[in-house]
Nanobody, 129 residues
Framework: QVQLVESGGGLVQAGGSLRLSCAAS????????MGWFRQAPGKEREFVAA????????YYADSVKGRFTISRDNAKNTVYLQMNSLKPEDTAHYYC??????????????????????WGQGTQVTVSS
């Protein structure tokens, strides 16, 4: 079992920054990955970013590339999402998710929410114009 707890959301003005954290507990392996997704009211859930617990690969949605940075701290079992240059369209509920054993096709599969085994409750991010 894996438990995920997100924190760091809030209200920020456009152009501002926030850092989200996702504390993970439970088992993982070298083939485990963590992802961030978001869902705005009336819209479908969308992929934001993903990272593995080992290696240096990161993955981003085009809409956040260059503004958001995903990182991890293995010692703290925590994944971060640094969000800079925030826009009103970034307003959404942000979810952290975990997949325990991803063997192949990480680039494409990590962008699909159905790949993930566990989800957190999420944290709200609101960007005012």
């Amino acid at each position: 079992q894996v438990q995920l707890v997100e924190s760091g959301g809030g209200l920020v003005q456009a152009g501002g920054s926030l850092r989200l954290s996702c504390a993970a507990s439970g088992r993982r392996s070298s083939r485990s990955f963590m992802g961030w997704f978001r869902q705005a009211p009336g819209k479908e859930r969308e992929f934001v970013a993903a990272i593995g617990w080992s290696g240096g690969s990161t993955y981003y949605a085009d809409s956040v590339k260059g503004r958001f940075t995903i990182s991890r701290d293995n010692a703290k079992n925590t994944v971060y999402l640094q969000m800079n240059s925030l826009k009103p369209e970034d307003t959404a509920h942000y979810y952290c998710a975990a997949v325990l054993n991803l063997i192949a096709d990480a680039e494409s599969r990590l962008r699909n929410g159905r790949t993930y085994d566990y989800w957190g409750q999420g944290t709200q991010v609101t960007v005012s114009s």
